[in-house]
């Protein structure tokens, strides 16, 4: 079993950055990608940014493309989430998310293709 933990939360004005760590225990040698969803009060959660254990394949949604980045560090077993420029739309509980095994990229925005998930960090954007 593995246990993601995010942290990076919070308050930030609009046109401001946060940084989202997901970081892994437990089995985590096996961990084939580790994605972003958010969750806004009222909605469906959605897929923000995706990445593979080899750093070799990235899939972006059109919303966090241009203005959030995503990278690992194997060693430290750790998925940070680079958010830029955060705009009103953003606000939202954000969940990291772990798959075992291989999939195409483009399964990669698909909730029900995780394994396991965090908790979530909730972030606020106010104008």
């Known amino acids: 079993q593995v246990q993601l933990v995010e942290s990076g939360g919070g308050s930030v004005q609009a046109g401001g950055s946060l940084r989202l760590s997901c970081a892994a225990s437990g089995r985590t040698f096996s961990w084939y990608a580790m994605g972003w969803f958010r969750q806004a009060p009222g909605k469906e959660r959605e897929f923000v940014v995706a990445?593979?254990?080899?750093?070799?394949?990235?899939v972006y949604a059109d919303s966090a493309k241009g203005r959030f980045t995503i990278s690992r560090d194997n060693a430290k077993n750790t998925v940070d989430l680079q958010m830029n420029n955060l705009k009103p739309e953003d606000p939202a509980v954000y969940y990291c998310?772990?798959?075992?095994?291989?999939?195409?990229?483009?399964?990669?925005?698909?909730?029900?293709?995780?394994?396991?998930w965090g908790q979530g960090t909730q972030v606020t954007v106010s104008s």
């Open positions: 998310a772990a798959r075992y095994m291989r999939v195409e990229a483009a399964a990669l925005s698909i909730e029900n293709r995780y394994n396991d």
């Open positions: 990445i593979t254990w080899s750093g070799g394949t990235t």
